[in-house]
């Protein structure tokens, strides 16, 4: 197995599409063969605990996400424990391990979950607590997965891309003639149409086209001219936007999805024209097991 620099730990049942979203955004930005996660990268057939376990001690960071149910808290009726505090708890083994080889751990607290207090962990997580945590919300997904990022590079030492260089040119009749150049250009140059106010919060009601799928989705939409980035959420979990456009036609733009137990990449198109202060949306999902129908609705601040 291929050594990673990130790990992320989670739980199932507490933080599977959060898991999902933190490790595309992750993957775009430091690549996908230094991030693990056990869905995409334990290949079939190996021993779980092995794997993680080799993947662990290969990480520089590990990102332990946690939700309202991370510690596993099970039904008053069965009489048991939390499985945090369970020997056997993956969770508790991957971040214990971490805790215990001296990695960077970084607690990412999602939708303002608090951090567990000293009562509610195993002596081996208790450092836990010590470790400075960042908020992760579906309000400010982008915002937040920049602060994560920022910090991910600071303890792996990865620098942040490094800005342009500007040339200077000697001479007053180089500088001149660049002048003159330029203004020509720019006279014979059509100008670009403004770009529309999409910028923001929007909220739509999406009727998929499976049977009994109703979600209400929020897209959070920034950049400048023709470009085009924050996240739009699919089934309600917030998602990085990939191959955002805005150009006279309107809002192109892409998610990444994935099928828990599967290593399939499921990929939702959308093409939004803002009329009457509406986004009036089509979004086409690309799948390989199924085939889809165009789905339509209409966003709204």
């Known amino acids: ?21 933190v490790y595309d955004a992750l993957a775009q930005r430091f690549g996908a063969a230094q991030v693990f996660m056990d869905v995409d990268d334990i290949p079939a057939g190996q021993a779980f605990d092995a794997v993680i376990r080799q993947a662990v001690g290969s990480a520089g960071v590990l990102v332990a996400l946690i939700g309202p149910r991370w510690r596993g808290e099970r039904r008053a009726a069965d009489g048991l424990p939390p499985r945090i505090l369970a020997d056997g708890d993956f969770v508790r083994h991957e971040i214990a391990s971490a ?13 303002g979950t608090p951090m567990p207090t000293a009562a509610q962990l195993p002596p081996d997580l208790q450092p836990l607590l010590l470790r400075n945590a960042l908020p992760l ?11 994560l990022a920022a910090a991910l590079r600071l303890a792996l030492g990865t ?6 260089r500007r040339w200077l040119l000697a001479g007053g009749a180089v500088l001149a003639a660049a002048a003159v150049a330029g203004a020509a250009v720019l006279l014979l140059r059509p100008r670009a149409p403004p770009r529309p106010a999409i910028n923001g919060r929007w ?17 959070d939409f920034a950049g400048d001219g023709t470009v085009l980035t924050g996240t739009a959420s699919f089934l309600g979990v917030p998602r990085p ?6 150009d006279a036609d309107g809002l192109r733009f892409a998610v990444h999805t994935g099928e828990l137990g599967s290593d399939r990449v499921n990929v939702q198109r959308y093409h939004a024209r803002l009329v009457d202060g509406e986004l009036r949306v089509v979004v086409q999902t690309e799948s390989a097991g199924q085939a889809h129908r165009p789905v339509e609705f209409v966003a709204r601040r």
């Open 1 to 21: 197995m291929e050594a990673v620099r990130i790990f992320i730990s989670y739980r199932r049942d507490d933080a599977a599409g959060y898991a999902r979203a």
């Open 99 to 111: 805790l215990a080889q001296g990695l960077t751990v970084v607690p990412v607290l999602l939708e």
């Open 137 to 147: 919300d579906n309000t400010r997904f982008a915002a937040d997965i920049d602060r």
């Open 159 to 164: 620098p942040a891309a490094a800005p342009r």
């Open 203 to 219: 909220q739509g009601s999406v009727h998929y086209d499976w049977p009994g799928a109703r979600h209400d989705e929020r897209f």
């Open 241 to 246: 936007i990939r191959d955002g456009s805005v």
